[in-house]
């Protein structure tokens, strides 16, 4: 049986999770000089729910606390729109899972998910995983996940959700941007719906290409991001906007999005999906029915409010 021992218990523990797996912390790396982590009291357990985590080589500490690596205060201090993000994503995190219909749930997943070898008994990064929507899918298909994000609540409950799992699941409160990862230690990653909130194309560069690092040759990255479709350049909508709760966001065309990605991934595929049903007169009873019939045709390149892209590392 893996044994978890837990220095610093409290209300904000999710007490059913296992913790951080030890192995894990082999994935990712010192933030200042990118060096390796270990555990800092040498001990030798496989799960670890409270400790400390040190470099090898500058001796710089990060927590590990109710089973989250605390890689954040080893970082750079977020940006001002990244910190108000962080706040807003906390401040949700516990109706976050409410604001994604089944269908546009289901429409999202089946492109990410449409093929399981792809995880099946692999490694796999989630980028700003947010409460699990997509992790806990992975949940008894791949080998291990590590999943991360700078929201420490939406990590507190994908912490519950997780609770039994055998999947070894990591969780890093972090900010991604400026996450370092091991080179070629992942077999594939997803990030849903996380370049859109990024503000700047250096920023996006800089994970994609730490993102690339990671990958195992071959190993596969899938993304989400929001689309600037036909119907808002008709429309002349700004394609940069900010949501009530006060979240930037920037909505991609499908050659933007390829092109940047294109600088580390070669010939990646994107393709528009999920029809927004708002586009139709609200209460209309077709209205839904409508948006499912579209969704399989071209009509997502008007309708669509989100591109998918796939991209594979070729060394």
């Not at 296992?18 to 270990?38: K, M, S």
Request: glycine content about 8%; aromatic content about 8%.
């Amino acid at each position: 049986m893996p044994v978890a021992h837990d220095l610093n218990s409290g209300p904000s523990a999710a007490p059913e999770f296992r913790g951080f797996p030890v192995a894990l912390l082999d994935a990712v790396r010192c933030p200042h000089d990118g060096q390796r982590l270990v555990m800092g009291d040498g001990r030798g357990d496989e799960f670890v729910r409270a400790g400390t985590v040190r470099c090898i080589a500058c001796g710089r500490v990060c927590e590990i606390r109710a089973g989250i690596l605390r890689l954040l205060p080893l970082q750079q201090p977020l940006s001002r729109v990244t910190h108000e993000e962080q706040q807003a994503r906390d401040r949700g995190a516990d109706g976050y899972d409410a604001h994604f219909s089944a269908w546009s749930n289901t429409v999202e997943m089946k492109a990410v998910f449409a093929n399981p070898a792809a995880f099946l008994g692999k490694t796999v990064l989630d980028l700003a995983c947010g409460t699990g929507r997509m992790t806990v899918r992975l949940l008894g298909i791949a080998q291990a996940v590590l999943a991360t994000d700078f929201s420490e609540s939406s990590l507190l409950h994908l912490a519950k959700k997780a609770s039994g799992a055998e999947t070894r699941l990591g969780l890093v409160w972090c900010d991604v941007t400026q996450l370092v990862l091991s080179p070629a230690f992942f077999d594939a990653v997803i990030s849903a719906q996380l370049l859109e909130h990024i503000p700047s194309q250096e920023q996006r560069a800089a994970l994609l290409g730490r993102v690339r690092t990671g990958l195992k040759p071959s190993g596969c990255l899938l993304l989400t991001v929001y689309h600037y479709n036909l119907l808002r350049e008709i429309l002349r909508r700004p394609r940069d906007g900010v949501h009530e709760n006060g979240i930037f966001f920037h909505r991609f065309t499908g050659t933007e999005l390829a092109h940047e990605l294109a600088a580390f991934f070669p010939q990646p595929e994107v393709n528009c999906l999920q029809i927004d049903p708002r586009w139709f007169p609200a209460g209309a009873p077709v209205r839904g029915w409508l948006a499912r019939i579209l969704e399989p045709t071209v009509g997502t390149r008007l309708f669509g409010q989100l591109l998918f892209a796939r991209v594979v590392k070729h060394v």
